[in-house]
């Protein structure tokens, strides 16, 4: 266990680096005067924009050799400071806080959903290989992979909002509105995970302790409930770590989209308005989650299949 959790803090050591370091030098080689931006972004575009300009630029160093402002950066991020908004002038740990708790809320939600439409109709699926159960799960899988999280949250957007109004289509702050954006990225999720549960449920309904279970004369759900939700449990919570990377991804378009108050949301604003403090923490952060995802899928893993703890 200790040569694990310091394998997974050199991962999220190395991870920090490589994309604090990444986004500095991308930020850099956009086309455009990111001072203009920026105080812009602060007093907003007028007829005196080139004079704030060059107040931004030698207020914040920009004029400064790139080499330079990249080794104070480094020396900030071993130092755990992140810096200040170059828009807002506040905290970049402040403002992260909050949008992160928004995100986690989002995620979890987006998670729970996954997890109870995926496996469920995987369970079905891989009881009866080849079933109606089987062929339809299959083709809902299909469509809602292929469909991209944007165009999926249009649609539920049309038909939940403008059509039935049953839901708002954006904002913040109870169950109602949180609940368009995390079925979007839901129905992506349990697309995947409904194919993984089936083949592993087909898998374990394959096995030999399985069958014999069967001809002990057992009820069906006694025996899926003793020989086969574990067994077949552990490559899907396995695939939980991969889903990760769709499920931090899609936070980015689908907070946008539905105006939603994350750190996806920061993440585009900051972008847009060239503030690479808040570009730099949002990115470590959405980095550094999906270490601390993976790392908990492992452990789960780990939990549920003691034979990964013996020795080689």
Partial sequence: MRNFLLARLLQAGIVAIVVGALCFVLMRVLPGDAAMRIAAGRYGP???????AEKVRLELGLDRPIATQFLEWL??????????????????????????????W??????????????????FSGLRPGGVADRMGLIGAVTFRAIPPFVLGLILMLVFSKQLGWLPPAGFGSPREILLPALTLALGLAAMSSRVTRNAVAAVARAPYFAFARYKGLPEAVVVRRHGLRNAAIPVI??????????????????SLFAYP??????????????IPMVQGTALVMGLMFVAISAFVDLLSLWLDPRQRRPA
Avoid: K, M
Avoid at 46 to 52: G, K, S, T, V, W
Avoid at 238 to 255: H, N
Avoid at 262 to 275: C, S
């Fill in 75 to 104: 020396g900030n991020l071993l130092r755990l400071d992140f810096g200040h908004s170059l828009v807002t002038g506040g905290t970049v740990v402040h403002e992260l806080q909050v949008q992160l708790g928004a995100s986690v």
């Fill in 238 to 255: 396995s695939y939980l770590g991969l889903q990760a990377i769709y499920l931090i991804e899609g936070v980015v378009v689908v907070e």
């Fill in 46 to 52: 007028d007829a005196r924009i080139a004079e704030a």
């Fill in 262 to 275: 994350g750190i996806g949301h920061a993440l585009v604003h900051a972008i847009v308005e060239r503030d």
């Fill in 106 to 123: 989002l995620a979890a939600a987006a998670l729970l959903l996954s997890l109870v439409i995926g496996p469920i109709i995987g369970l």
